[in-house]
């Protein structure tokens, strides 16, 4: 029963992984486009694709032990 209600969490988790590095990669490349300078906007956007990683990340190595 513990594990059912794990799988859509699972799921939904590397969806928002895949989503916030696909939309902070977007975000970044603009920024860099415009030729801005390294700020916290930039720093935050990398801190978003870094942890949208991570989501991922896990989804697949929990896959594996599965």
Known sequence: ????????RKNWDFM???AL???GS???YQR????SEWDYR???T?????????LIFRHFQ???RD
């Open 1 to 8: 029963m513990e594990e059912e209600n794990k799988m859509p």
């Open 16 to 18: 928002i992984g895949i």
């Open 21 to 23: 590095v696909l939309f």
């Open 26 to 28: 977007f975000r970044l």
């Open 32 to 35: 860099t486009q415009a030729g």
């Open 42 to 44: 930039i720093i935050l």
């Open 46 to 54: 990398v801190s978003f694709i870094a942890y949208g990683g991570f």
């Open 62 to 64: 929990n896959n594996k």
